[in-house]
T-cell receptor, first 114, second 113 residues
């Protein structure tokens, strides 16, 4: 049972345009969410997080939106750059006594075309 | 500050063999988690160690085991290797058990022939 789903295995976007990566979850207990970026031959690196008390969090070119009623979050990258080409994973966790246990999605491969 | 170091980076084994992977966390981090990444499956949680104790365990068979040493370094072992164990094994560390952000190493790529 895949509790965190990234239904688009891949996405291609022109340089300078917006990239939108989507993530759906099924467990209503999830209340903290992360996005990681992974380049080949490297480990995932943390990008941005959001708590369920917010519906938006922004960090430079990266914005994460959370729609709790739809159990959906999205990562927007504006403007997209060729260096953003990587695999993006979303992860979700319930917060239990202040601790986190993440479930990861299967990833979306983003290709930004120059 | 050195990152999370995993060794070896690449290895090839044959079915039935066993393998041990090593992870050195960021200095001062006491929690180490292990994940398996395979195509189409994302990152699957294996287990987490904190202060030499296994805190959480994922849904993997008993062939997968781990341990953590007093210096927080961790090892994971897979016995009786199967073809399906071919994967990237990622280690992540954090300052406390169940922390909100994990810092990952580059992974150990295991190929089982």
């Amino acid at each position: 049972d895949q509790q965190v789903k990234q239904n688009s295995p891949s996405l291609s976007v022109q340089e300078g345009r917006i990239s939108i990566l989507n993530c759906d979850y099924t467990n209503s207990m999830f209340d903290y969410f992360l996005w990681y970026k992974k380049y080949p031959a490297e480990g995932p690196t943390f990008l941005i997080s959001i708590s369920s008390i917010k519906d938006k969090n922004e960090d430079g070119r990266f914005t994460v939106f959370l729609n709790k009623s739809a159990k959906h979050l999205s990562l927007h990258i504006v403007p997209s750059q060729p260096g953003d080409s990587a695999v993006y994973f979303c992860a979700a966790s319930p917060t239990t006594s202040g601790t986190y246990k993440y479930i990861f999605g299967t990833g979306t491969r983003l290709k930004v075309l120059a | 500050k050195a990152g999370v170091t995993q060794t070896p980076r690449y290895l090839i084994k044959t079915r039935g063999q066993q393998v041990t992977l090593s992870c050195s966390p960021i200095s001062g981090h006491r929690s180490v988690s292990w994940y398996q990444q395979t195509p189409g499956q994302g990152l699957q949680f294996l287990f987490e160690y904190f202060s030499e104790t296994q805190r959480n365990k994922g849904n993997f068979p008993g062939r997968f085991s781990g341990r953590q040493f007093s210096n927080s370094r961790s090892e994971m072992n897979v016995s009786t290797l199967e073809l399906g164990d071919s994967a990237l094994y990622l280690c992540a560390s954090s300052s406390k058990s169940g922390a909100n952000v994990l810092t990952f190493g580059a992974g150990s790529r295991l190929t089982v022939l």
